[in-house]
């Protein structure tokens, strides 16, 4: 279901894989101007985990290429790429975040009077609030005309009962959203709306990460500074060290150290 009407401007090559060599605010733009034509789409944030898994071989492999290859809009989420881009001499303009763009995205689509749907965060504390309702609320107070279609934070491991599966797609079926965040981790998240695009086919979807609970408060984002220099890895590595040490030291750093040499002696 990829988009194909009139061509994103350019393009850069990156491991196998093109990325639209856009800003955060263009993306925005874009997605305003396909909602107005009654085009949907798909935006993915490929991070330096996300290209190594697309390079490996196998089926995850293969399902991990064909995310990016059903994708409207693929942008760099990872510093390393941009370094990588900018030393093969065909630079990207700079690195377009998942939890950049749920703000950037919901300010222009409240300013266009559109809706969303928050699909994620955490299930429903003690007093029955979840992420998906606090994050929505939050984005509903800073984005002003933006419309929330719906929101829910499904219990963990909801796609593997059919039952809440099928509840939780209807009801993001049923609300006909404008835009959906899908803040489930990858490749769940991506998963679901490979599922829901073809029965939502005018409405714009993104995976979002952790997106949802960095609005919801419910996890903190690194300093800027951290952000700018490539260091946001470690932020979150210092939080949950645990669930990301081996794949982030292991197997993501020797990545990212590979992707940056070979750009550098393809541009020599």
């Known amino acids: 279901m990829a988009f194909t009407g009139t061509v994103y401007g350019r393009k850069v090559h990156l491991a196998g894989t093109w990325f639209d060599a856009v800003t955060e605010e263009a993306v925005a733009d874009r997605v305003i101007t396909a909602l107005e034509r009654g085009d949907g ?53 700079e690195r377009v975040t998942g939890s950049g763009l749920i703000w950037s995205l919901s300010a222009a689509l409240g300013r266009a009077g559109r809706s969303v749907y928050l699909l994620g965060g955490t299930p429903p504390d003690e007093t029955g609030t979840d992420g998906a309702v606090k994050a929505a609320s939050v984005l509903a107070a800073g984005c002003p005309g933006l419309r929330i279609a719906g929101q829910v934070a499904p219990p963990f491991g909801f796609d593997l009962d059919p039952d809440t599966c099928a509840q939780v797609y209807t009801d993001v079926i049923e609300a006909k959203p404008d835009f959906v965040f899908v803040g489930l981790g990858f490749p769940k998240q991506e998963r679901v709306i490979s599922d829901l695009r073809a029965e939502l086919p005018f409405t714009w979807f993104i995976g979002c990460g952790a997106a949802i609970g960095f609005v919801a408060g419910e996890l903190h984002r690194a300093p800027i500074w951290m952000q700018r220099s490539g260091l946001e890895w470690a932020h979150r590595l210092a939080q949950e060290p645990g669930r990301l040490a081996g794949r982030y030291l292991v197997h993501d750093l020797p990545y990212a150290a590979r992707l940056l040499a070979t750009s550098a002696l393809r541009r020599r």
Do not use: C, H
């Not at 071989?57 to 390393?80: K, N, Q, Y």
């Open 41 to 93: 789409g798909r935006i993915l944030t490929p991070n330096v985990d996300i290209m190594r898994l697309a390079s490996g071989r196998g089926a995850r492999a293969a399902e991990v290429r064909g995310f990016l290859e059903d994708a409207t809009l693929v942008v760099a989420d990872g510093m390393p790429l941009v370094w990588a881009s900018k030393l093969s001499r065909t630079p990207l303009p």
